[in-house]
């Protein structure tokens, strides 16, 4: 059974410099990192949101044969509250637009962006999400 993610990973040529982006970005410091074999930091995680949800920075050195270099991929959208604002700040932060901001119904708003390491972010606001956390059932 499928419970929700445990962690979600995206990957950086220079991992010190996304978790300086991303705690800059989340507004908190990464609470976990391991380095690599030159001591360099090779992987970091953050847990951030209502959930404690885990976001983990992974050296692309480290990184499946044959992945793809460009952006792409699957999208994971994290709510936000205020998605113009959250666009606004992401690009202000260096993100460029992937996916411009689409109404999707009523209560269903998402965008992405590229991160400055080739990352595919995607935002979204979401009132199911709301009911959820609010305890309340659809």
């Not at 410099?17 to 908190?28: I, N, P």
């Not at 390491?117 to 009132?127: K, S």
């Not at 999400?129 to 609010?134: A, K, S």
Request: aromatic share 12%; glycine share 12%.
């Amino acid at each position: 059974m499928f419970r929700g993610f445990a962690t979600v990973n995206i990957w950086a040529d220079d991992v010190e410099a996304a978790r300086s982006w991303y705690a800059e970005l989340f507004g908190v410091e990464a609470y976990f990192e391991r380095p690599g074999p030159d001591g360099r930091v090779a992987y970091c995680e953050f847990r951030i949101g209502d959930h404690q949800a885990e976001f983990g920075i992974v050296s692309r050195a480290f990184a499946p044969e044959g992945m793809a270099a460009e952006a792409g991929g699957a999208v994971v959208h994290w709510h936000v509250d205020d998605l113009t604002g959250t666009l606004e700040r992401l690009q202000e932060l260096g993100a460029k637009e992937y996916m411009p901001r689409i109404e999707r119904g009523p209560g269903f708003v998402t965008a992405a962006v590229v991160d400055p390491f080739g990352n595919v972010l995607g935002v979204m606001h979401n009132e199911h999400y709301l009911r959820i956390v609010n305890g309340e059932t659809d």
